[in-house]
């Protein structure tokens, strides 16, 4: 009931950069957190981002003063900044929300299908 779309995957060269996009729709109320996760070939998949309604924000040590995480809470929509990008950010980066679909407070939490960033050397 709540869709999360993801766009701006890639192919880029190490130390280039790359913005994703994430929209949020359908039977929203309120959005709440929202974060960037990333799954690498055979690995667990890891947070990357996370950024509140208020704009407190979190990061992986390994992606600290390289990426940056913003929000639009009017368009439900957040971006990954990805700057000096490196061949181990290779991975599929999956949009993560969290919020409430009615005024009672239903609760919801959803993922996007992901978008492949790849980085080569």
């Known amino acids: 009931q709540v869709q999360l779309e993801e766009s701006g995957g890639g192919l880029v060269q190490a130390g280039g950069s790359l913005r994703l996009s994430c929209a949020a729709s359908g039977n929203i109320f309120r959005v709440s957190t929202m974060a960037w996760y990333r799954q690498a070939l055979a690995k667990p998949r890891e947070l990357v981002a996370e950024?509140?309604?208020?704009?407190?924000?979190k990061y992986a040590d390994s992606v600290k003063d390289r990426f940056t995480i913003s929000r639009n809470n009017a368009r439900n929509m957040i971006w990954l900044q990805m700057d000096t990008l490196k061949p181990e950010d290779t991975a599929v980066y999956l949009c993560y929300a969290i919020g409430t679909q009615d005024v009672f407070g239903a609760q919801f939490n959803s993922w996007g299908q992901g978008t492949q960033v790849t980085v080569s050397s």
């Open positions: 950024i509140t309604r208020g704009g407190i924000t």
